[in-house]
DNA sequence: CGTGTTTTTGAGCCGTGTCAACGATAGTGG
DNA sequence: CCACTATCGTTGACACGGCTCAAAAACACG
C-alpha cells in the first residue's frame, strides 16, 4: 500500500527529495491507524514510542488548562507528522486528537532514527519540519496576542488555506472542506465560541472569505491577507504563492 | 577565553554531554560580539549564515505587525542559541535584539554543520535545543490565549524564574536581577503596558511576586505557580525542581 | 541637578466574554 | 420516511477585562 504517499508529499513540498532519500523514506514500516472523530491519539503526559503522519483526515494539538479551557496549539493536516518532536522530547506536553475521521501511521522512533543515520540530508528535512511547526507557533502567538480577533482569525484562514492548498486538497472551485468546528477555531484562537461566529460574520460581510456548509471559501485574497497581516513566507512551502 | 562555557552548560542541562562532545563543542570558532541595548542582531528578512550563543545578557525576539506593535516570541538567555533554527530556515520571521548590554558568540553554520555530522548524539541535543524552544512557544499561545493577563504573567514569571537559576542567575537571596521592561512583558503577553503594570501590582499585593528595584523575587512559589497553572515539566531541565 | 526613561495611578471606553435562547443541520431509530 | 435528538451555528442583551488617554511619581544616568 502507499501509505507513505502523503509523507513524500510533505517532505517534497518543503524541501525537495533526491531518489535514494525517497526509496529509504518508503522502507519506513507504517503500521496504519483509524480515528473517528474525538478519538485521542496521545494524551499529555505519554511518553510515544513512535511518531505518527497523518494519512488522511485533520487532527488537533491542544493543551487542557487547569479551569477546563483547551488552548489548541496546531491543526495537523495529511503529510505532517505532529508529535515528530517526541523522537527527542518524551513526555507529551499537550493531547493529539483527531477532528474528523482520521487514518494515521505508526512509524517506531527505532525506525525513523535508523533512515535518519543512513541519511543525513532525510534527518535535516525532518528537522526542518519540526523547525517550520515551530515557525507557526511564533504565528499562533501572535494570533493570540498583539493581532486582535479579526485580524488572528483572518491570519489562520490564510494559513490553512494555504496549507490545504499545497497537499492538494482544495475543491476544484477553490474551497476547502473545513473540518473544523467555530468552537476549535475559538479554542485556537483565545477567543469564545460567540466571539468567533461574530468575527466568521465580519469577514463574511467584508467580502473577504466565508464559511458556508462546511467549505471555506476565499472571496477576496488581497483582502483577507491584507486584514491578517499575512506574508506566507513562514510556511517554508516550495510554491508559496498567492490563490 | 572559555566562550563556550555558557553553551556547554546549557547543552548539558538539557541532555548530559560526553567527554569527546564536549570536546567537540569547544572547537566551535565563536566569534564575540558585544551589543547595546536594542541592537539588533537581526532583522526579522535576514538570512544569517551563522548561529549566535548568548553569551552574557538577555535577548529577545520579536515580530513586528503591521501597525507597528511588537509580538515578543522569545527572551533568551545565557547558553541559548535563539537563531539555530537559521540552519535549516534560512529566512528569518522575526528579529532578535539585545535587551541588555550583551555580547553573543557568531558560530558559522558551517561550522555547526561540521561538528553535528561528526557526532550524531550532539546533532540530536542541538535538534533537542529547538524542540524545547518549541515547547515554550506552545506555552506562550496559552499565555496569550486562554490564560487570563494574571496567569498568563505568573506563567512568564515562573517560566524565568526557573530558566535563570538553571544557569545559575540567582542572587544569593534567591533574587533574580529582571532586565525586562514592562512594555517588554507586555510585548510577550500581548497586555498593553498600563495593564502588565496592573496584574504585577495584583502579583505583588497577593505576596506571589513581586519586581523591586528591578529584581524579581518569588515571594510564595506555590501561590505563583498555582496561578499560573505551571508545570515546569515542558521545559526539559535535568533539575526541574521547585525554587 | 537636569533630562529621559520607566513605573504608577485614575477615568472612561471598547472589545470580548457570558448567559440565554433559537435556528439550522445531520444522523438515528421507529 | 418521519419524528427525535444531538450538535453546531446564530443572535441579542449585558457584564467585565483589558485598552486608551493623560498625567504624575520614581528612577537612572551623565
Redesign the pocket.
Known sequence: MAFVEPLLTRLESIGGLSDADRRLVETLPITPKRLAPQDYLLHQGDRPSSSAVVLSGVLARFQELPDGDRQVVSFNLPGEIPDLHSLFIRRMDHSLVAITEAVVGLMPHDDIQRVMETSPTLMKLFWRETLIDAAVFRQWIANNGRR???SGTAHLLCELMLRARAIGALRPDGGWPMPL???QLGDAL??????I??T??ALREDNAAAIE??VLRVLDWDKLSKIAGFDPAYLHLKQAAVA
Open positions: 486582535g480577533a479579526l468546528t467555530q468552537q483565545g477567543l469564545s465560541l460567540v466571539h461566529n461574530r466568521l460574520k456548509r462546511g
